[in-house]
């Protein structure tokens, strides 16, 4: 009985941790369907009267979603596959080459996770705007093409890969470069697919940086074109939160589809033997 008690409250806490995590997001879905008199009540209503689906329309009525969904994507698939490229390359080396002072570069390498985004802006956002990149594609995807922590994800995971394959590849006369393409990218993409994801929903939701460096409507990102939906004089938070569930559908639907890869990914490494 009490093996039986720990477990309904340990799925009692589970249930309100979830539901409180949940209540956000299912709370967004709701008030998109509210009209603007239920929205601005007080105390809040949790449910619609209706499903007003015109709060949808209104939001492509008044911004151009499609043309900021293209941009962020175009961005995000970018510099997921950028990232994908580079890290994958970098954790290789670092993994599998000798070189002289591999374990300092690495080292150095994992110091730059430590500095903070915010340190970096000036430095990057000066040497974009002295490029001529303000308002470019260019200008998005570029400063973000390296990544410390997939190269770090990789290495990890690409240690983990049983060493007599690369020896008999050896044998066989496989260079690095065959070694890296026909033995390691198939058998490493648990991690590929991890990074993959965690580095598209990072900058799908990228908000600072597309904001400095984007001035113009035809290069805005969805994360910058949702707040052109709030105005000054009156806001229609029911328009707002249904321009808020257009733009989180798609992050929701990629993390649903690689929930269970990028678990997989982010627990390599963990134990060995």
């Not at 007003?52 to 009525?61: D, L, M, S, T």
């Not at 998005?140 to 020896?167: D, K, N, S």
């Not at 470069?177 to 990072?202: D, E, H």
Request: with cysteine; charged share 10%.
């Amino acid at each position: 009985m009490s093996s039986r008690l720990q477990n309904a409250l340990v799925y009692a806490v589970l249930i309100v941790a979830a539901a409180l995590t949940l209540y956000p997001v299912l709370y967004t879905v709701s008030a998109s369907f509210m009209t603007n008199a239920e929205s601005a009540s007080y105390p809040p209503k949790l449910l619609p009267g209706g499903l007003h689906w015109e709060n949808y329309i209104q939001v492509f009525k008044q911004i151009p979603v499609g043309q900021f969904l293209a941009n962020s994507f175009l961005v995000s698939g970018a510099i997921m596959l950028g990232q994908l490229v580079t890290a994958s390359l970098a954790a290789y080396a670092f993994a599998y080459m000798r070189f002289p002072g591999k374990s300092f570069l690495f080292a150095l390498f994992l110091s730059t996770m430590m500095i903070p985004w915010e340190v970096t802006i000036i430095p990057n956002y000066l040497t974009v705007k002295s490029w001529g990149w303000l308002d470019s594609y260019q200008g998005l995807i570029v400063p973000f093409l390296a990544t410390a922590f997939g190269t770090f994800l990789l290495r990890q995971f690409f240690l983990q890969l049983p060493r007599e394959l690369f020896e008999a590849a050896k044998i066989d006369g496989c260079g690095h470069l065959r070694s890296f393409v026909r033995l390691v990218l198939p058998l490493a993409k648990p991690a590929l697919a991890t990074l993959g994801v965690y580095s598209f929903l990072s900058h799908w939701n990228m908000y600072l940086w597309p904001l400095l460096v984007t001035n113009g409507q035809s290069m805005r990102t969805v994360q910058i074109g949702i707040s052109m939906l709030q105005f000054e004089e009156l806001t229609y938070w029911n328009v707002v939160l249904a321009g808020v569930v257009t733009v989180l559908l798609p992050s929701l639907v990629l993390l649903l589809l690689g929930l269970k890869q990028l678990v997989r990914g982010m627990t390599a490494g963990a134990i060995k033997g």
